[in-house]
């Protein structure tokens, strides 16, 4: 199975940039589909961003859509989640999320998760 690791995160001012990675271990990247997910205090966890295997396709939240970019490496065995123009409703816990048959979205959830990765804004 796949081993997901975040990183990136932090403190940002509103405004400003963070791209968060998601690096995989103990298994061919490219054979899994990934989303990102994020969940701020108090609520559910909810859909940001996917790709598919290849990364030829993505998908989107529509808080999100024209901020946010998806990208892989599958070279590199690494997902990337660039967030521009963050505001303060971004700020959560982002999750990646693999799935080696579907691709994760607001409906369905992947079956690996990563341990998170903190994103804080500050006003």
């Known amino acids: 199975q796949v081993q997901l690791v975040e990183s990136g995160g932090g403190l940002v001012q509103a405004g400003g940039s963070l791209r968060l990675s998601c690096a995989a271990s103990?298994?061919?990247?490219?054979?899994?589909?990934v989303a990102w997910f994020r969940q701020a205090p108090g609520k559910e966890r909810e859909f940001v961003a996917s790709?598919?295997?290849?990364?030829?396709?993505?998908n989107y939240a529509s808080s999100v859509k024209g901020r946010f970019t998806i990208s892989r490496d599958n070279a590199k065995n690494t997902v990337y989640l660039q967030m521009n123009s963050l505001n303060a409703e971004d700020a959560a816990v982002y999750y990646c999320?693999?799935?080696?048959?579907?691709?994760?979205?607001?409906?369905?959830?992947?079956?690996?998760w990563g341990q998170g990765t903190q994103v804080t804004v500050s006003s």
């Open positions: 790709i598919n295997w290849s990364g030829s396709i993505t």
């Open positions: 103990g298994h061919t990247f490219s054979g899994y589909a």
């Open positions: 999320n693999a799935d080696p048959r579907t691709i994760p979205d607001s409906f369905k959830r992947g079956d690996y």
